[in-house]
DNA sequence: CACCTTTCGTTGCAAATACAACATATATTA
DNA sequence: TAATATATGTTGTATTTGCAACGAAAGGTG
């Protein structure tokens, strides 16, 4: 277990957890550890989880095919990263996507039931790992709120003005930098790259903003 | 207190609990009580908020202006809604929108510290509280995500198709119903209802799909 | 039934967008 | 520095979409 330390320090279950705290936990809630050979699936569809995942080396697609057999990858998820935390937490807990390990992975596996439901240990860390795995949630609750926001307006327009408006918000000088190159800010809002660029000239040419690069002005008048 | 037990009954925080639970639950955990006058604010944007709301009788929207002063409403929460749990939840928890009373309000406030850590403590429906937050965090989460994966498909086509499809899967006859009238849809959607309904003609005609209000069938090839 | 209201479907048209193809600018590497 | 790769910007065109306006169908009510 040792040689994950440094993978395993920068889950954000174990946030604000040194070492040894880590270690204990991982005692007091009795996780697995299971290989996956690359090509092996982690989860099906509608299989029931209660564990959330952990991986620890290799790399894992959460992928789901459509109604008429097109494959899409939702995600892909990296050495620290968690996954199917969200079905672990429920009650109807089936799946709905597929889980593949597409290298040679290692994943440990998290018994939310345990951390729960175990009120009367002794592990000192009990609370603020169940804090952990709530800041996750809402967490990500918060950055998916954002993004429907954002992609709900009706046009491409409204879509870059109320991104940008989020950094603006925020920014205690007059410019601020966005962390996306076009193609990925396109990506991000769901429309084409071009027309995207095009209405950014637009709104350049009327006054509305100013940008080079990833570095932005928004003017309020 | 007693005379909010109906709605308490109805407050997911306290799903699986009887009435003698949920008010031992009440004391436990010294929840707050405040009423609010029709205009008065809950929160303001960035307040820090540490506990979550629960609305007992009135109405609240969760609302926010945007860059350039224009108000929108995010939500409207109804008696047993619950309201800030995201940010109850985060470390960093400056909430990000107003909170208003639009009628007169009593709200329940739910500190969420309390409950994470009194792990030591002898109520016995800790355990439960505790994973009907995670539960309602990871619901909210999958419907999100959802809807997400709906919106982002780029064009009205796609995303009925995308929405028909998910309740085709889940469907035993042939047949299934949907949830939602035509402009509902368009709104989940986020689309004009009109360019739905000629976009739903299309495909009808090309024998895609076919349906009658509610009812849609979707075919395969 | 007659009347009203709401929902659903249709269509013309103007505007917005995706797509494709290419030009320019910036960054990376040899 | 020159050569190459990548990112950004531009533009023409076909398609898609929003908007507005209206008629048909369905549902509710006296």
Redesign the pocket.
């Known amino acids: 277990m040792d040689n994950y330390m440094p993978i395993l320090n920068k889950v954000k279950l174990f946030e604000g957890l040194n070492d040894k705290d880590i270690i204990s936990v991982l005692n007091c809630f009795d996780v697995k550890i299971r290989r996956f050979k690359s090509g092996e699936y982690v989860y099906r569809i509608s299989d029931s989880v209660s564990s959330i995942g952990i991986l620890l080396s290799g790399g894992i697609y959460v992928q789901k095919e459509d109604y008429w057999g097109n494959l899409n990858i939702l995600a892909e998820i990296r050495p620290a990263d968690l996954f199917a935390e969200v079905f672990a937490c429920l009650n109807n807990n089936k799946i709905t996507y597929d889980v593949l390990s597409y290298k040679d992975s290692v994943v440990m596996f998290f018994d939310v039931g345990r951390v729960i439901s175990m009120c009367t240990s002794s592990c000192p860390f009990h609370a603020l790992v169940i804090q952990n795995l709530l800041m996750v949630l809402a967490e990500k609750n918060k950055k998916l709120t954002q993004k429907l926001s954002c992609i709900s307006q009706?046009?491409?327009?409204?879509?870059l003005l109320y991104y940008l408006a989020s950094y603006a918000e925020n920014s205690k000088r007059e410019f601020f930098e966005i962390p996306?190159?076009?193609?990925?800010?396109?990506d991000y809002l769901?429309?084409?790259?071009?027309?995207?660029?095009?209405?950014?000239?637009c709104m350049?040419k009327e006054g509305i903003l100013d940008?080079?690069?990833?570095r932005f002005v928004l003017y309020k008048n």
Not at 154 to 159: G, V
């Open positions: 009706r046009n491409i327009r409204q879509k996306f190159n076009r193609q990925q800010l396109a769901s429309v084409d790259r071009s027309a995207m660029c095009r209405e950014l000239g350049k940008y080079k690069k990833n």
